[in-house]
């Protein structure tokens, strides 16, 4: 779920809010950068993340400009598989707007499964849970070059 922050205020406050969580263990982000050039188009994330209950959320962000050339389902398959890997997590989701073909697309090429929809600020959104690692593990693989 992409945020939109009209403040200033807000946006400090989001940056500590990540800060904290980095610290604790509960947020990881990283870029996705074109390999020709190591240009950053959006980013992938892992939050909320909970070590005691092995799950979290994950979300991605990529600037319109790079849209269906595949960095955003690399960039994903990279934080699937860091939770997994890295992470020990057992239950992944994603938080979705039904609107969002593309991420539901992404979602799914991942493995993850619809499981419901809930309301939040904005609208509803759907949950789409990965629930453990993936059966084929070519999902955790890097594309081919």
């Given at each position: 779920?992409?945020?939109?922050?009209?403040?200033?205020g807000?946006?400090?406050?989001?940056?500590?809010?990540?800060?904290?969580?980095?610290?604790?263990?509960?947020?990881?982000?990283?870029?996705?950068?074109?390999?020709?050039?190591?240009?950053m188009?959006?980013?992938?994330?892992?939050?909320?993340?909970?070590?005691?209950?092995?799950?979290?959320?994950?979300?991605?962000?990529?600037?319109?400009?790079?849209?269906g050339?595949?960095?955003?389902?690399?960039?994903?398959r990279?934080?699937?598989r860091?939770?997994?890997?890295?992470?020990?997590?057992?239950?992944?989701?994603?938080l979705?707007?039904?609107?969002?073909?593309?991420?539901?697309?992404?979602?799914?090429?991942?493995?993850?499964?619809?499981?419901?929809?809930?309301?939040?600020?904005?609208?509803?959104?759907?949950?789409?849970?990965?629930?453990?690692p993936?059966?084929?593990?070519?999902?955790?693989?890097?594309?081919?070059?």
């Amino acid at each position: 779920m992409w945020l939109r922050l009209s403040r200033r205020g807000e946006a400090a406050t989001l940056l500590v809010d990540r800060e904290r969580g980095c610290g604790a263990g509960e947020f990881a982000q990283r870029a996705i950068a074109r390999r020709s050039d190591d240009l950053m188009s959006g980013s992938c994330a892992l939050f909320a993340h909970q070590q005691v209950h092995r799950r979290a959320a994950i979300g991605y962000a990529l600037a319109s400009a790079h849209w269906g050339r595949g960095y955003a389902t690399e960039g994903a398959r990279a934080v699937v598989r860091m939770a997994y890997e890295d992470l020990g997590a057992t239950h992944l989701i994603s938080l979705i707007r039904p609107g969002n073909k593309a991420s539901i697309r992404i979602a799914e090429k991942l493995g993850a499964v619809r499981e419901s929809t809930i309301e939040m600020s904005g609208g509803p959104a759907h949950i789409f849970a990965y629930g453990g690692p993936p059966p084929d593990p070519t999902l955790l693989l890097p594309p081919p070059a």
